[in-house]
């Protein structure tokens, strides 16, 4: 799943993924992703990449509700303008990882792959 209010990444970040093949969700903020969650088996390997400066509820923020509903759900955070202390509230809260934009595809795939491969692990 991707969350990220730039349509231009969400659409090149989408085609990145399907181009693996990963089937790929993607939301435009924090709300239309709680408003329209991703439908699928509680046993099916699942990621979130999350873009931290959203319009309304910010990325953190959606952090802390993803930990509280799915805890072994693993989060990815991507962000072009984060501060030390914006990359350190993340990984405190359980980020896997925090990448910069633009980022790198193949450490993108990299870190999505290990994710995918734990949540199978831990379901």
Same mark, same amino acid.
């Given at each position: &799943?991707?969350?990220d209010d730039d349509p231009g990444v969400?659409?090149?970040l989408r085609?990145?993924?399907?181009?693996?093949?990963?089937?790929? %969700?993607?939301?435009a903020s924090a709300e239309e992703y709680i408003a329209h969650p991703a439908p699928t088996a509680p046993t099916a390997p699942?990621?979130?990449?999350?873009?931290?400066r959203l319009p309304g509820m910010s990325g953190i923020e959606?952090?802390?509700l993803i930990n509280w509903d799915s805890p072994r759900l693993p989060? %990815?955070?991507?962000?072009?303008?984060?501060?030390?202390?914006? &990359?350190?509230?993340? &990984?405190?809260a359980?980020? %896997?990882?925090?990448?910069r934009k633009p980022v790198d595809p193949e450490a993108l795939l990299n870190i999505t792959q290990q994710c995918l491969c734990d949540s199978l692990d831990a379901g």
């Open positions: &799943m991707l969350v969400r659409e090149s085609a990145l993924f399907e181009a693996v093949p990963y089937r790929c %969700i993607s939301y699942r990621c979130v990449l999350l873009d931290l959606l952090q802390r989060v %990815i955070f991507v962000s072009g303008d984060a501060t030390r202390a914006d &990359m350190d509230a993340a &990984m405190a359980g980020a %896997i990882e925090f990448l």
